[in-house]
């Protein structure tokens, strides 16, 4: 009988987090803060006395577009960093926070799968070291702190009908999307519309992971602009006198979170923005402290290529300075027999035509990390039981063609074993040029609608971006009141390239419509919100929390 993502960690023996820190890490342990045995908070004073130490290498781990088949990119990336540290380097993993909300609805748990996981699984997917919630309380102490402020004289002169900040939980939860708050009688404040977003779409949760320090957290969140007031001008948190406070909230979550893996190497999980509706990318701290700790930091951007890689590059690299190596890109046979056009009940089936149709959007990613990025690759083929030697052989043989490194990992059946053939590639890959800047889609100078324009075609091979009259009054707005050199951040579905989830493959010619802008002047960006896509997800037919529950003895099941 096939063992669970949840039976395998169990069976798995993790180390003491204090002891894994000092032997693996040289960190003692008076320089942790740690939350049980096995997990811990690096202090910050300890992480900023390593900024004269080297940097490691930065390895970034994308995948293609994702398909309910499964591409496995979190998997892979700590089956990488096992079968780097087997073979005798130093690599230190640096992953986002899983949330709450998806855990529940569609995804179960979220801390890799099979014998490529970190741990404590359980802690992780659940309430962790509380960084989510601490997120969520900040950000909705602010929200208050607006509503408050209107209610006792609005002496900054706040329009009720331009109130931009809206609430967060996390949790998927549709019904939430649009509110009236402040009903009731004047004792309850002053009705106006409102609404709740995720907590991984909060502006917020976007400042917590590009965060450099403390106070650069504190300016940053004293940027937000919340509101305008009735002659258009901007109301920010600091206005309000709210970033202290939201700071203060903040202050022991923005400490990167210790773990290990199921083979006891070290890894960083902070923070966890989604890559669909925010930049999709782990902590600016933690992925410097993993820089600092390893020889080699192995990070991941959320869902495909054209979604968190461009974002990691365009907004991270762009804002940090940060130069990665290598790029791996992880697909799956399955996943490209999708694309290619084979429904989900069809793929434990040899179809050598259809998977060489679905590398198109393999050959897509390919160029824009090529091409586009500058980013040395290696493709990762995370091996399923149902692939067979005709189609492994077949997509071995395109991928070798377009002169790309390939290596077939079975880290999911085999842990970090199974990866070793990758981890000699991405290695090899480093050895062969030093870092260097990445290629940016845009540059700084740019107004906002260029560089969604050049972003749009080159990317995601639209032939046009239009705009709602609202969106297009606000980008508009914005460039005129001098953020136009901010990068933008899109929101949009992760299934396609373009914003209709049903066309797969690598589709070109389409239209990208702006439904709704939205100013996130304290993370540093512009959020562009397309489609269909929603900031609140809503939770399926049946959402995984149906088969969750906890027995007499505490155990917990149907956490996968």
């Known amino acids: 009988m096939a063992l669970h993502d949840l039976d395998i960690a169990r069976r798995a023996t993790l180390r003491r987090i204090t002891d894994l820190a000092r032997e693996r890490l040289g960190i003692n342990e008076a320089q942790l803060v740690p939350y049980g045995h096995h997990k811990a908070k690096i202090a910050l004073p300890y992480l900023q006395s390593l900024t004269e130490r080297p940097d490691g290498q930065l390895i970034l781990v994308t995948a293609t577009s994702p398909t309910p088949a499964g591409e496995g990119k979190t998997t892979t990336s700590i089956g990488l960093a096992d079968a780097m540290n087997l073979l005798g380097h130093k690599a230190v993993l640096a992953l986002r926070e899983p949330s709450i909300g998806p855990v529940f609805g569609m995804k179960g748990g979220a801390a890799g799968g099979g014998r490529a996981q970190v741990g404590p699984m359980e802690d992780i997917n659940l309430h962790f070291t509380g960084d989510f919630h601490a997120i969520a309380l900040a950000h909705n102490l602010l929200a208050a702190m607006i509503d408050n402020h209107i209610h006792q004289g609005n002496a900054l002169g706040i329009d009720v009908r331009r109130v931009f900040w809206r609430r967060v939980v996390d949790m998927n939860d549709r019904a939430l999307r649009q509110i009236t708050v402040g009903l009731g009688g004047p004792g309850n404040g002053y009705p106006r519309e409102a609404g709740f977003d995720i907590v991984a779409a909060s502006e917020v949760m976007a400042i917590f992971c590009l965060a450099t320090s403390l106070a650069d957290l504190k300016a940053r969140l004293g940027r937000i602009v919340v509101a305008e007031t009735r002659d258009r001008q901007p109301v920010t948190a600091a206005d309000l006198k709210a970033h202290g406070a939201m700071a203060v909230l ?12 199921l083979e006891n190497n070290p890894a960083l999980l902070h923070g966890g923005p989604f890559g669909n509706i925010a930049h999709g990318c782990n902590s600016l701290i933690a992925t410097r402290a993993a820089l600092k700790l390893g020889d080699y930091a192995i990070t991941e951007a959320g869902f495909g290529a054209d979604l968190g890689a461009e ?18 890109l992880v697909t799956t046979v399955r996943a490209l027999k999708m694309h290619g056009g084979v429904p989900k009940d069809a793929l434990g089936s040899e179809n050598l035509a259809a998977l060489e149709q ?12 090529r091409e586009g990025f500058g980013l040395p690759c290696v493709v990762a083929i995370n091996h399923f039981v149902t692939d067979t030697d005709a189609e492994i052989a077949l997509l071995q043989n395109r991928v070798a063609l377009r002169g790309v490194p390939c290596a077939v990992s079975r880290h999911w059946a085999e842990g970090g ?6 981890a000699r590639a991405v290695v090899a890959l480093c050895d062969q040029a ?3 800047t990445p290629r940016f889609s845009y540059a700084d100078a740019d107004s906002l609608w260029d560089k969604l324009t050049q972003l749009a075609r080159t990317v995601y091979g639209a032939a046009r ?45 389409h239209t990208l419509h702006v439904r709704e802008a939205r100013l996130s002047a304290g993370a540093g960006f512009v959020v562009m919100v397309c489609g269909d896509i929603m900031t609140m997800p809503g939770l399926p037919v049946h959402p995984g929390a149906e088969g969750m529950d906890i027995d007499d003895a505490g155990q917990v099941t149907g956490l996968y």
């Open 434 to 436: 030093p870092p260097k």
């Open 417 to 422: 074993a199974g990866a070793t053939d990758l």
């Open 358 to 369: 679905g590398m198109a959007n393999l050959d897509r990613h390919l160029h824009n990390l």
């Open 465 to 509: 971006v239009t705009a709602s009259p609202e969106a297009e009054a606000r980008i508009a707005q914005w460039q005129a009141q001098g953020w136009g050199h901010l990068p933008v951040c899109v929101a949009k579905t992760q299934y396609s390239f373009s914003t209709d989830p049903k066309l797969l493959g690598a589709p070109s010619g």
């Open 311 to 328: 974002k990691f590059i365009d907004i991270k690299c762009r804002l940090a300075g940060l130069q990665p190596s290598a790029a791996v």
């Open 250 to 261: 903040l202050k022991d979550a923005l400490a990167p979170n210790l773990v290990q893996t």
